[in-house]
């Protein structure tokens, strides 16, 4: 089992910058492929990011590529979220996710995710 804690989620200015950090303790790092969701009010939380477990490779949602990079830490158990180019649209609480099975359903699928943490709100205004 693998606990997610979420941080650095703020207010912005459109076009603005905000570096989210999903620190892991429990069982080794290493073993999970990570991924950050969002969900803004009213709609269904949707896939942004997908890190493998290496680092090596990754996956965005079009509408986050080449604004947003994700990356990780393995030393220090921690994945990262540089969010660039900031929206208003982006507006939403971003989670934290954890994978051990490599995307069973899908990388973009929720239910591919097995561990979540409690989520980091994001707002961009306009």
């Known amino acids: 089992q693998v606990q997610l804690v979420e941080s650095g989620g703020g207010l912005v200015q459109a076009g603005g910058s905000l570096r989210l950090s999903c620190a892991a303790s429990?069982?080794?790092?290493?073993?999970?492929?990570m991924g950050w969701f969002r969900q803004a009010p009213g709609k269904e939380r949707e896939f942004v990011a997908r890190?493998?477990?290496?680092?090596?490779?990754?996956y965005y949602a079009d509408s986050v590529k080449g604004r947003f990079t994700i990356s990780r830490d393995n030393a220090k158990n921690t994945m990262y979220l540089q969010m660039s180019s900031l929206k208003p649209e982006d507006t939403a609480v971003y989670y934290c996710?954890?994978?051990?099975?490599?995307?069973?359903?899908?990388?973009?699928?929720?239910?591919?995710?097995?561990?979540w943490g409690q989520g980091t709100r994001v707002t961009v205004s306009s």
């Open positions: 996710t954890a994978d051990y099975f490599g995307g069973s359903n899908g990388v973009t699928s929720t239910s591919s995710y097995e561990y």
């Open positions: 890190i493998n477990r290496s680092g090596g490779s990754t």
């Open positions: 429990g069982r080794t790092f290493s073993y999970y492929a």
